[in-house]
């Protein structure tokens, strides 16, 4: 059965540019989260869904930051304008009714 | 506000020399603890869920444990494959059943 899939590993942009991050969470798990791991502050959740509903986006930073779930199996989260400061791995999760989360292989994101 | 503080930072074993890590915890209302390995480069990887005090949980090597503040990973006779990051998160009651909190982790290294 098939983990939690992220697209792209590696992202390497400039600042000002728009950076988009997938994510395809297990089949059947009816929620979804984005997280952010940096040295200093650890995994941060940014956001979540359930049933493909935003739940709770108070840990996104800033406007520069969105995400969406058009569907059960595909989710994106967005940064535009992108900032040297928005530089960390980005790991999406699912799980099944609250319940133990998966995480994905992330995406470590680098702005120049 | 949820807390989390993992001790040691950083743990440095010789092969076969047990120990424990430490997970303390702040929350309104647990409703479970969960206990992550975290290899580099990697997403974090389930490995226990405990939810009531007294529990405890075994995994080959490793068994988790929990009081009402604290709870305790427990590494016997631990083999350089057991090096990584063990992550510590929270669950609260009134999180909706979903969102976890996340201590900043212990780096474990085991030599051979």
């Known amino acids: 059965d098939a983990g939690v899939i992220q697209s792209p590993r590696h992202e390497v942009t400039e600042m000002g540019q728009e950076v988009t991050l997938r994510c395809k969470p297990i089949?059947?798990?009816?929620?979804l989260f984005w997280y952010r791991q940096t040295m200093m502050r650890g995994l941060e959740l940014l956001i979540y869904?359930?049933?493909?509903?935003?739940?709770?986006d108070s840990g996104m930073p800033e406007d520069r930051f969105s995400a969406k779930m058009p569907n059960a199996s595909f989710s994106t989260l967005k940064i535009q304008p992108s900032e040297p400061r928005d530089s960390a791995v980005y790991f999406c999760?699912?799980?099944?009714?609250?319940?133990?989360?998966?995480f994905g292989p992330g995406t470590r994101l680098t702005v120049t | 506000e949820d807390q989390v503080t993992q001790s040691p930072e950083a743990l440095r074993l010789q092969e076969g020399e047990s120990s424990s890590l430490n997970c303390s915890y702040t929350?309104?209302?647990?409703?479970?603890l969960f206990w992550y390995r975290q290899d580099p480069g990697k997403g974090p990887e389930f490995l226990f869920t405990?939810?009531?005090a007294g529990e405890e949980k075994e995994k080959e090597r490793l068994k988790a444990t929990l009081t009402k503040k604290e709870s305790f990973l427990h590494i016997t006779a631990p083999k350089p494959e057991d090096s990584a990051t063990y992550l510590c998160?929270?669950?609260?009651?009134?999180?909706?059943?979903?969102?976890?909190?996340f201590g900043k982790g212990t780096m474990l290294l085991v030599s051979p």
């Open positions: 869904f359930n049933n493909n509903v935003p739940i709770d």
């Open positions: 405990l939810y009531s």
């Open positions: 999760a699912s799980s099944r009714k609250g319940n133990e989360q998966y």
């Open positions: 089949s059947g798990h009816d929620y």
């Open positions: 998160a929270v669950q609260a009651l009134n999180s909706g059943y979903s969102t976890l909190t």
């Open positions: 929350v309104s209302g647990l409703r479970g």
